[in-house]
């Protein structure tokens, strides 16, 4: 079976390599009449991060089709998990990015979805996940300075001696 597999590779790769075979030829992919949009990813990891870290992600795209890409809308699963898109058509073979804010105030592992719906035909809205965990920072209560009842007397007027 091995050997099977590995002669089968060897002859799609000397295919390529001696013009028998496109690259093209390999994949069934139709082509695309109108917008299609072709995501970097479709899992937005934060990975294990500190509380109050850095919110923001970014999400890059491409319009892959032959007409304007709109984005209609962007929903976060949750208020927790916030997305901004372009509002202006993607032209075709062009880039842009999606902005995707998560809490981090929030303590623990998460999983999260953003919905994408486009003008796109006969497409379901593409579901990017958000995931990752937040753990507590390492000094993340703030210590009161040692003079602090020292300053509130003297605001005071008290134990002055008056």
């Known amino acids: 079976m091995k050997?099977?597999?590995?002669?089968?590779?060897?002859?799609?790769?000397?295919?390529?390599?001696?013009?028998?075979?496109?690259?093209?030829?390999?994949?069934?992919?139709?082509?695309?009449?109108?917008?299609?949009?072709?995501?970097?990813?479709?899992?937005?990891?934060?990975?294990?991060?500190?509380?109050?870290?850095?919110?923001?992600?970014?999400?890059?795209?491409?319009?892959?089709?032959?007409?304007?890409?709109?984005?209609?809308?962007?929903?976060?699963?949750?208020?927790?998990?916030?997305?901004?898109?372009?509002?202006?058509?993607?032209?075709?073979?062009?880039a842009s990015q999606i902005e995707i804010r998560y809490a981090t105030n929030r303590l623990n592992k998460f999983s999260k979805t953003v919905t994408l719906t486009t003008n796109e035909e006969g497409v379901e809205p593409h579901v990017i996940t958000v995931k990752g965990n937040v753990l507590e920072a390492e000094n993340s209560v703030p210590e009161a300075p040692a003079n602090i009842f020292k300053d509130a007397s003297k605001k005071t007027g008290h134990g002055h001696g008056h």
């Open 3 to 94: 050997s099977y597999l590995l002669s089968l590779c060897f002859a799609l790769i000397a295919g390529i390599a001696f013009g028998q075979l496109e690259p093209t030829d390999l994949i069934s992919a139709e082509s695309v009449d109108g917008p299609q949009m072709t995501l970097e990813s479709t899992v937005v990891d934060y990975g294990t991060i500190e509380q109050h870290s850095e919110p923001l992600r970014l999400l890059n795209f491409t319009n892959t089709g032959n007409a304007p890409l709109i984005i209609k809308s962007a929903r976060g699963s949750c208020g927790c998990t916030v997305p901004e898109w372009p509002k202006e058509p993607i032209m075709p073979g062009e």
